[in-house]
Structure formats: C-alpha cells, structure tokens
C-alpha cells in the first residue's frame, strides 16, 4: 500500500491528470494532508526533462489546481469548517493538525497563505483555517495565488533543471525524495522542540 505513497509510483500510474488531482486534493480537502505534495512536483519536473511531459503544461495544469484547491479549502472553512473542531479523530483527519495550523497563523499572519505551500499538514489546512476565521476573500486570493505560482515554480523546475543538468539523476531519485520529505517536515518538527521546550515542566 506504501507504493501509493511514492511519487514516482502515482505519477507514472496516474499520470499529468493524476498529478493535478492529488495536488488539488492536498490544497483543499482536509483528508489530503498525508499526499506528497513536494516531493510529488520535484519528480513531475524530474521525468518532464526526460520528456515524459511537456513541462509548461505541468506547470500551468499544477499552478491552476493549486490555486482552486486552497479556494475549495477556503470555502470549505467559511461555511462548514467549524465543525471540524467537533469532529472526532480518525485516520483522516486528527484535531492536532488544526492546532498547527492555529498556531503557524499565530506567528506568521496572513503570509501563512504562502509559507504553508512549503509545509506538509499545515499546506492542507491553511485555507480552510483562512475560511474559518473570515480572512477576506480577496486577500486570501492574492497570497493564494503568489503561494501557488512560488510552489509550483520553485519545485517543478527544480526537479526539471536537475533533470537536465545531471545525467541518470532517475538514479539518485529516491534519496533526493527523501531528502525534501525530510526538508520539508523540519518546520513541524522544529516546532514541536520550541513547544515542548516552553511547557511547564
């Protein structure tokens, strides 16, 4: 079941659609948190420089998705989101990542639209934390964009240049993956050390 993790795997099953659908689900819907979203782009980019897509497509069909999905996320939040707050915890869901969320808005502010596209979990409920508290649509809507563009920019064509500059880099492609799984988990983790760190003890 792992597999469907790997983002290799989903891109070469799935395909450029695939690609788009996870991306989207990952922006807006709560129950996305757990896809690979980062390192999922860096390998788009990777396999279009070995022609596999036409990398301006990947990068249009990824940014648009992006951007609809934290606006899917948003509306969600606005309308309903609140009752996630009574909502039990299951597999897909856990009250902990909302707190997260709450917390990063806490310290960043409204940029939290655009630092989250770089954080696992908080990427997923930041639009919809955005919805809950009644963030004004059209500023939502401009770091929601500026976010989309950055993210998608910066990772595809990442994994696009390293493609091209590098030859059989396919072969170095699961450390590389693991190495953004890693980066990218590092906020999280370096706030859990400061919070843990200023509990009573």
Request: glycine residues 10%; contains cysteine.
């Amino acid at each position: 079941m792992l597999h469907w993790l790997d983002p290799a795997f989903l891109i070469t099953t799935l395909g450029l659609v695939g690609v788009f659908a996870i991306v989207f689900a990952e922006s807006g819907l709560f129950f996305g948190f757990f896809l690979p979203g980062d390192s999922l782009l860096f390998t788009a980019g990777l396999l279009a420089s070995q022609g596999h897509f036409n990398v301006v497509v990947l990068w249009l069909g990824v940014t648009v998705c992006a951007i609809v999905g934290d606006s899917v996320g948003y509306a969600f939040g606005k309308h309903i989101g609140l009752k996630l707050f009574t909502k039990e915890d299951s597999f897909f869901f856990r009250k902990e990542h909302l707190h997260k969320t709450e917390a990063f808005y806490a310290k960043h502010g409204k940029k939290t639209i655009i630092l989250a596209r770089f954080v696992p979990i908080i990427r997923t409920f930041a639009p919809i934390l955005a919805g809950i508290g009644r963030m004004e649509y059209r500023t939502f809507l401009s770091f929601n964009v500026i976010g989309g563009v950055v993210w998608s920019t910066l990772l595809i064509f990442l994994g696009f240049g390293l493609g091209r500059v590098i030859p059989s880099i396919d072969r170095y492609l699961l450390p590389i993956v693991l190495g953004i799984i890693v980066l990218s988990f590092i906020p999280i983790i370096w706030e859990w050390i400061k919070q843990k760190r200023n509990e009573p003890k």
